[in-house]
């Protein structure tokens, strides 16, 4: 089983649609990190979580809503998206109380907005 | 805000020959450095992390550091064409702080 497992790997939605993202890590990290990727864009971090908490956010639009119920889990649903909200979603985790941390990614979640 | 810049590519290695990939971050505070490669089509995997000036190396990969000169470089070695793809580099500012990507070279190693 991989380090950082998301689902689904693909997504279609409606810009009416209500969908979630769901990440799972299994490597005893306790931070955990949404980022988006977009054609010709560097990786965008969107939100950060320590310890489920959220320290970050990164002046992102309403319509995404991050939930962190563990260190383990990490959600981001989805409503009234926009075409231009089409990219690659990548959730990331590390370890919070170390300087010298790495962070490793899931697989992303290819979503396209129609 | 901070940033981080890197040549888009492509840039062309021939196999066999060393690849070299330069980053520069714009944050002064920053304490790691990370460089990931990106498939076509698939997630950035971590090959290399330094977080102290001089070189690490590991394998064929070699990261070199430079905080006064806030650069950060990525050699390698014996260029293969499984090597091709995007090289991203990140900077993070300590802590759990998020990353700070640069936008990627693509590289190139021709047969």
Known sequence: ?114 | QKEVEQNSGPLSVPEGAIASLNCTYSDRGSQSFFWYRQYSGKSPELIMSIYSNGDKEDGRFTAQLNKASQYVSLLIRDSQPSDSATYLCAVRGGGADGLTFGKGTHLIIQP
Request: aromatic share 10%; proline share 5%; charged share 20%.
């Open chain 1, 1 to 114: 089983e991989t380090g950082v497992t998301q689902t689904p790997r693909h997504l279609v939605m409606g810009m009416t649609n209500k969908k979630s993202l769901k990440c799972e890590q299994h490597l005893g990290h306790n931070a955990m990190y949404w980022y988006k990727q977009s054609a010709k864009k560097p990786l965008e971090l969107m939100f950060v979580y320590n310890f489920k908490e959220q320290t970050e956010n990164n002046s992102v639009p309403s319509r995404f809503s991050p939930e962190c119920p563990n260190s383990s889990h990490l959600f981001l649903h989805l409503h009234t998206l926009q075409p231009e909200d089409s990219a690659l979603y990548l959730c990331a985790s590390s370890l919070w109380d170390s300087m010298n941390t790495e962070a490793f990614f899931g697989q992303g979640t290819r979503l396209t907005v129609v």
